[in-house]
Antibody
Framework: EVQLVESGGGLVKPGGSLRLSCAASGFTFSNAWMSWVRQAPGKGLEWVGRIKSKTDGGTTDYAAPVKGRFTISRDDSKNTLYLQMNSLKTEDTAVYYC???????????WGQGTLVTVSS | SYVLTQPPSVSVAPGKTARITCGGNNIGSKSVHWYQQKPGQAPVLVIYYDSDRPSGIPERFSGSNSGNTATLTISRVEAGDEADYYCQVWDSSSDPSFGGGTKLTVL
């Protein structure tokens, strides 16, 4: 059974940093492309970024609103995905979901999400 | 990025058929995926590549895609189907896009 468990969310001041983690199990993590998707309170879904598997280059892509501030990385030895968020803004306040991209185009499985609140 | 347009809300009586549309320029040439999100829960993939169902998703859920409109159809609607539904496209030439979401109300 695929499981994705996010952690690391919390309250942070504007301009601050936070690192989210996503522990994965139930599938071969090293072969999987992974994404982060966020949802602001009462709003819709917004893709944040993706990391490919190392065998496919391990490259990353980001949505325009977070490019240059957020970094996605992975540790295949720990089956863990990360999202490093720097220079946080109030508009980054959202629930952040870790997702799989087995077919590369859809978000197959989702974690339960972790809430990030950016406020002074 | 590619713009996807969904109606904000759809209402249907139990046992009837609900149709939720997703509009986009020539969307019929792209692959569309659908997600169900119940209050306080994470989204769940219910249809992928226009019309395929993941294991565990009831046959009552189906999808189609042609021209400028993709459609998620839910037959014999049940109270438990009440949720927000999102369509999504991921072109190879652009970032993935989500529709704004449709709230399905079961009357």
């Amino acid at each position: 059974e695929v499981q994705l468990v996010e952690s690391g969310g919390g309250l942070v001041k504007p301009g601050g940093s936070l690192r989210l983690s996503c522990a994965a199990s139930g599938f071969t993590f090293s072969n999987a492309w992974m994404s982060w998707v966020r949802q602001a309170p009462g709003k819709g879904l917004e893709w944040v970024g993706r990391i490919k598997s190392k065998t496919d280059g391990g490259t990353t892509d980001y949505a325009a609103p977070v490019k240059g501030r957020f970094t996605i990385s992975r540790d295949d030895s720990k089956n863990t995905l990360y999202l490093q968020m720097n220079s946080l803004k109030t508009e980054d306040t959202a629930v952040y979901y870790c997702t799989t991209n087995f077919g590369h185009k859809a978000f197959d499985y989702w974690g339960q999400g972790t809430l990030v609140t950016v406020s002074s | 990025s590619y713009v996807l347009t969904q109606p904000p809300s759809v209402s249907v009586a139990p046992g009837k058929t609900a149709r939720i549309t997703c509009g986009g320029n020539n969307i019929g040439s792209k692959s569309v995926h659908w997600y169900q999100q119940k209050p306080g829960q994470a989204p769940v993939l219910v249809i992928y590549y226009d019309s395929d169902r993941p294991s565990g998703i009831p046959e009552r859920f189906s999808g189609s895609n042609s021209g400028n409109t993709a459609t998620l159809t839910i037959s014999r609607v049940e109270a438990g189907d009440e949720a927000d539904y999102y369509c999504q496209v991921w072109d190879s030439s652009s970032d993935p896009s989500f529709g704004g979401g449709t709230k399905l109300t079961v009357l």
